[in-house]
Structure formats: C-alpha cells, structure tokens
C-alpha cells in the first residue's frame, strides 16, 4: 500500500475532484448511481462531496495493489464505484484551483501506458458537524498555532484505490462494477444518496452513439445552410449554375450589380464570351483616352487573334508607369455623381465615387486575355463598369445592344 496525500484539503461548496484529464461535471458524474458521494459517472475523473462547505478538511489517498480490508469502524460513511483514469498520473484537485497533489498510479519502471479499472472505497466521517458552518467552534477563536475554524474542520475522508477484480495479486479483470453504499450514518450522505438517485439515468452506450450521429448531422446541416447563405449573398440572391461557381476572379462586382446580365453572359458560347472580353476592354480602354496607343497594338493583336496576351502588358501596375510616361495622355479624376442624386446603397454610392479612369481601365486588358473565356468576358465588364463609373447604366444598355444574346433585364439603378 502506498500514501498518495495525507494532509490538509481546501475544499468550497462541499467538492473536490480526482482527475486525470478534466474537471467532472456534477450530474453527469452522478448520474446513474445510488451513492451521491462519489461521483464515477465520467471516465477519468471522481467527483467527491464533504460535509465542510468551504475550508480545510483531512483527507488522505491510498493506493492498494489489491483489495483492502473492509473499513473500520470509525468510518461512518463507505461508499464505492469504479474509477477508468485516462492517464498514469491524476490529480487531487480542488475546487476553483490547480492541482493539489499528483497522485501517480503506476510505480517507476511499470507499463504506463495501460491503465486497469480501479474500484474506489470513499470513506468519511464527521459530515454532518463539517455542515456547520464553524464546525462547533467559535469562529473568533483561534488555537495555539493561530488557526482559525476554517483550519479545524471536523470532518476526515480516506480515499482508496485498487486495481478492480484484484483479491490476492495479479493484474485485475478490469470488469467495473455498479456503485455501492457500505455505510450510511450522517443525515448529509442520506441527502446526497437521495439526490443522486433522483437524477436521471445516464444515456446508454446506443443512446450516445445516436446522439453523436445527430450531433454530426445537425451540425452538418447548419454548415451547409450557412454556405447557401453566404453562397446567395455573393451571388445577388439566386444561386449560380455550376458552370458560374467554377469561375474565379474579379467577378463578383458585376453579380452584385447585374445578376442578369451574368447569367446572360455564362448561356452564351465560348466564343462570344471571348468576344465580349475584348469588345469591353476596347469600351474601358477608349474611355480612359489610351485605346489608340500606338504600343498597344500587339496587345489588341494577340486578342483579336486568339493568341496569349504577350507578357509585358498582363501587369496593369507596369502599364499604368508605361502610360505615365506618355505625354499625350491626361490622367484626370472623373467625378461620378450627378448633381441632386443621393442613394443609401454603399455598393452603389462606391461606384458613383470618384476614379482614375486609366487606372480602373488597365485591369480589363489582363482580363480579356484570361484561359477562362467566361472569366474574361465578367472581368473586363466589371472593369468597363468601373471604367464607366456614374455612366455605368448607358454601358450596359450597349452590351445588351452589341450582344442582344445577353440582352436581359434587371439592372441595379
């Protein structure tokens, strides 16, 4: 037999926990059981009830290799249960604090890595005076050593331990067996033995594993109700084809603003799709007073021919430093706003800011030349758009007049 602890224990609210992972919860440790003193209802830890509510108690904590005698006589109240710890080490913890005491289970140099089923044996005597509040002390009084009634209590609890189905030596069946009371005497364990019977039983093995299952499923499905939701706000309040949600970048300023428009676009041919590419980065690029450059002619070249757009102009940052550089081309902020029009909505109050339009035109000629013909034609509208800016409205009135195949209504005003 080995002592773990033998000392002095802070105890509040009439708790303290053996642990070897984390703190029981009080009705689900007690939950199915007779006894309401120790609480084994959750693997790896006890929850154990005193007399005292909040002071010092003596406690102690014995480790057997096999069963022990029957308690003694002084013992007033025997309860027992079995005890699966999750670790080679637990804790004697008290409540609201760290651990009070490491209470290894294995000797050195043993297999730590499998735990046998320990059967507890929870002894108490003197609950009923630990339930008053000073103990049959006066609680102005102090003893020779300066200790108050918190330090005095009068109630003591011996907690032992051993490898379930042990009697005479070896390892244990590891069998756990139903809780039991051994003892009874004080009114303060008859009250916790009836209240831990009045709990209800814990769920069985069955009944967790279709709890976890709808847990999962539940979950599941709140997981895929917030993805159409976030799936429909991106997407102007309808859900995209599959040929859409397979486009990526810059395409969700033209969703947003025309819905319709989109769609058009995507029931088109690739071929059109390519062609209303380039059509709106000539529409951007003419706006922004830079169509006409004579260097960007191998760019519109390789479009109209079908080729990669050549390399040194899919960088919009360079273009825009190229441009800089070109004395006949006047970078000015268009203001766009109409005079007396106001609007609350801040994704269209965005639009009607003030541009650079050579700046918000470059983006459309990188996007023309996308592998994805379909993500060309949505990006360099959304570029042409921002191009557009307060005029947006005449631009896509001529989109739908070039391509009458996208023609559609549904336009944000």
């Not at 804790?91 to 499998?114: F, I, K, N, Y």
């Not at 918190?150 to 609890?157: A, E, G």
């Not at 590891?174 to 916790?192: K, P």
Request: contains cysteine.
């Amino acid at each position: 037999m080995r002592v773990l602890f033998d000392g002095k224990a802070p105890v509040a609210y009439g708790q303290i926990y053996v642990t070897s992972r984390e703190l029981p919860d009080m009705s689900e440790a007690f939950a199915g059981q007779v006894n309401g003193l120790c609480g084994a209802g959750q693997p790896g830890a006890l929850f154990l009830m005193t007399g005292t509510h909040s002071g010092r108690v003596r406690f102690t904590v014995e480790l057997h290799d096999v069963e022990p005698p029957a308690a003694a006589e002084e013992w007033e109240e025997v309860v027992e249960a079995s005890f699966l710890p999750r670790a080679a080490v637990a804790d004697l913890v008290p409540w609201g604090e760290g651990s009070l005491a490491r209470l290894p289970l294995t000797v050195e140099g043993q297999d730590a890595t499998w735990q046998p089923v320990y059967r507890v044996r929870y002894c108490a005597m003197g609950m009923d005076q630990g339930r008053d509040p000073f103990g049959g002390l006066d609680p102005d009084e102090r003893d020779e050593d300066g200790h108050t009634y918190l330090d005095r209590r009068p109630d003591r609890y011996l907690l032992c331990l051993w490898p379930e189905g042990t009697t005479g030596g070896g390892r244990g069946d590891g069998v756990t067996r139903a809780d039991a009371i051994l003892r009874q005497t004080s009114g303060a364990a008859a009250y916790w033995h009836a209240w831990a019977c009045s709990l209800p039983s814990p769920p069985t093995l069955w009944e967790q594993v279709e709890a976890e299952k709808h847990k999962r499923l539940e979950r599941e499905r709140r997981d895929q109700e917030y993805r159409m939701r976030h799936e429909l706000r991106r997407w102007g309040g309808r859900p995209p084809s599959e040929r859409l949600r397979q486009v990526h970048g810059n395409i969700f300023g033209i969703v947003l603003l025309d819905r319709d428009l989109v769609d058009g676009v995507a029931g088109v041919a690739a071929v059109t799709q390519r062609r209303i590419a380039i059509w709106a980065a000539r529409q951007a690029f003419t706006v922004a007073g830079i169509a006409d450059l004579d260097w960007l002619r191998p760019a519109w070249t390789a479009l109209d021919r079908g080729m990669p757009l050549p390399a040194e102009f899919a960088d919009p940052t360079a273009l825009r430093t190229r441009i800089q550089g070109t004395s006949s081309v006047r970078l000015v902020l268009q203001s766009a706003r109409p005079a007396g029009r106001s609007t609350a909505d801040p994704f269209l109050t965005a639009l009607d800011a003030p541009v650079d339009p050579v700046a918000m035109a470059l983006p459309a000629l990188a996007a023309a030349g996308e592998s994805d013909p379909l993500q060309a034609a949505l990006e360099a509208l959304w570029a042409a758009v921002s191009t557009y800016a307060f005029r947006r409205a005449e631009f896509l009135a001529e989109v739908r007049r070039v391509f009458p195949a996208v023609a559609s209504s549904g336009l944000r005003r």
